[in-house]
């Protein structure tokens, strides 16, 4: 019985959009065969022109940095015409499909792997950016099954999908009465992952924005009401921090199984993959200071990106040289939302940069500056420092936030200058990718100017003593503790001073505190 319902759910579904005349790409999954770790996918489209002759699957998807070639992973390809004659399509390169006569092509059929039990030579699919089918979930990313004709990339869209009755679903996308649910374009559907299956489910309210949470945990150990609970401080901090969400509606996914791999932002949501373990409220800090991170990204980039981002190119990967903004940034406001927000005490922040210069020093080559890494992300030798946007990149986007402070006296730091590009950009308009740097001065002073050519576009060494004094905190990069046989040497030593001067702990006040 709940297999005919939801596949009846399906057909009334693939009906109402067709009727609907505002989605030109109607996509039919079936999740009720789960059989061979594959998506059986369907597309029924009309109206493709000559210049629709090539379906694109996705070379990279936003925020991944890494090369995927989503083509890999399908098997058999067909288009057919109305009276189901198939349609001769051949294969060109990792990711595209000729369509041989598109003008007759009325539905495309189609199997894909998932990506997490699919072994592969080369370019492994991060967990959280991948996709996985078992009995009671599935984790569904839209740039892993989907992919559009040429120059359709912009077109609406819906997913119509068919799983068992009990199965919940958690995702930012909005859905109409029959279930089917429907993205602006392609891009939109791939901001928005999607998890169904055995789910728990919580929301909350702040200031206007409900937030949802949504978890799979495989043998129900942790909630979406233990994990709202964790995070719900961390929250109205940072709803704080960047004066009221920008958004009505957020959602957090959750999976929790048998590993560890991360997280990935969305505009509207963001998804966490990790390893299932006994759930205790102490233990919340961790995934809450990564949802933090993940939250901030409502601010940067979705309303605060480049035109290289605004409509992404999914066919080559092509890297902004704006990461700084897009993840350094974001790193530092997870800190310091929580700083601002009596979270995290000064000396845990210290704590962080300690912490973060230590893993600079110790995995990444002094060589690469934020640009380098950005520009060289898809390369092997970009991929091997990328990680560094977090640790070191959040120290430098500390600096620059001292360095406006000062400016300023104390009254416009790194967060008021974000929040009002937020404001002077939006979800809709793009900043000029080669202009930012030159904005971002215009809008501070001309000392910022230095600051990002020797700091971020360079790799010049960080004037840490020189700016951490500004707050009343003394910075050693080597200091021996103890003495004689206890002696050792602890590097990248930050202490508050006791000696500070009223100007230093005024700056400081600042610098920990939303103005």
């Known amino acids: 019985m709940k297999k005919l319902f939801t596949t009846s759910l399906m057909i009334v579904g693939v009906i109402l959009v067709s009727c609907g005349q505002k989605t030109t790409l109607n996509y039919s999954i079936n999740l009720n065969d789960r059989s061979n770790d594959e998506f059986k996918v369907t597309l029924d489209v009309k109206g493709l022109s000559e210049e629709n002759n090539i379906y694109q699957f ?50 495309i059929e189609y199997r894909i792997l998932e990506t997490w039990d699919t072994p592969v030579e080369e370019m492994e699919i991060y967990k959280m950016c ?19 004709p040429q120059g359709m990339q912009s077109e609406p869209l819906s997913i119509a999908f068919t799983y068992p009755g009990e199965w919940q679903v958690g995702t930012a996308l909005s859905k109409n009465e029959e279930g089917v649910y429907t993205a602006k374009n392609f891009d939109h559907a791939v901001d928005s992952p999607i998890l169904l299956g055995r789910l728990s489910e919580a929301s909350a309210d702040f200031n206007g924005t409900k937030v949802e949470l949504y978890t799979y945990s495989k043998t129900d150990k942790i909630k979406s009401a233990d994990l709202l609970e964790s995070m719900s401080a961390m929250l109205q901090a940072a709803n704080e921090f960047v004066v009221d969400f920008p958004v009505d509606r957020y959602t957090f996914l959750f999976h929790f199984e048998d590993i560890t791999a991360g997280a990935w932002e969305h505009s509207y949501s963001s998804e966490y ?28 980039p979705l309303n605060i990106h480049s035109e290289i981002i605004q409509q992404f190119n999914f066919v080559t990967p092509t890297p902004s040289a704006h990461l700084w903004l897009y993840e350094s940034t974001t790193e530092w406001a997870s800190d310091m939302m929580q700083v601002r927000g009596g979270l995290m005490t000064i000396e845990e922040l210290l704590g962080q940069l300690n912490y973060k210069l230590s893993v600079d020093d110790y995995y990444f080559d002094s060589d690469y500056s934020l640009t380098k ?56 308009k793009a900043f000029p990718e080669d202009e930012f740097f030159d904005i971002f001065v215009d809008m501070t002073y001309p000392e910022v100017a230095d600051f990002f050519e020797n700091y971020v576009k360079n790799d010049e060494p960080l004037p840490l003593a020189e700016f951490y004094a500004k707050v009343g905190v003394s910075y050693s990069p080597e ?12 590097k990248f030593v930050f202490e508050l001073d006791e000696d500070a001067t009223k100007e230093q702990l005024a700056l400081r006040k600042a610098w920990t505190t939303n103005l």
């Open 58 to 107: 996705a070379a990279t998807a936003p925020g991944t940095y890494q090369t995927m070639n989503i083509g890999r992973f399908v098997r058999d390809f067909k288009a057919y015409d109305k009276k189901g004659n198939e349609i001769e399509t051949k294969r060109k390169g990792d990711n595209q499909w000729v369509l041989t006569k598109p003008k007759k092509i009325d539905k």
């Open 130 to 148: 991948g996709t996985s089918i078992e009995e009671d979930h599935v984790l569904f990313n839209a740039h892993c099954v989907i992919g559009y």
């Open 273 to 300: 993959v990790y390893s299932e373990e006994e759930y205790a409220v102490d233990g919340g800090p961790k995934i809450t200071s990564t949802a933090a991170h993940e939250f901030f990204h409502i601010i940067t």
């Open 373 to 428: 890494i950005a520009e060289t992300s898809f390369m092997e030798s970009g991929r091997k420092n990328y990680g560094n946007v977090y640790f070191k990149g959040a120290v430098i986007i500390n600096l620059l936030d001292i360095l406006l402070l000062e400016k300023s006296e104390g009254k416009r730091g790194m967060r008021e200058v974000v929040n009002e590009l937020s404001k002077k950009y939006g979800p809709e």
């Open 479 to 490: 200091k021996t503790v103890g003495e004689g046989e206890e002696a050792k040497v602890e």
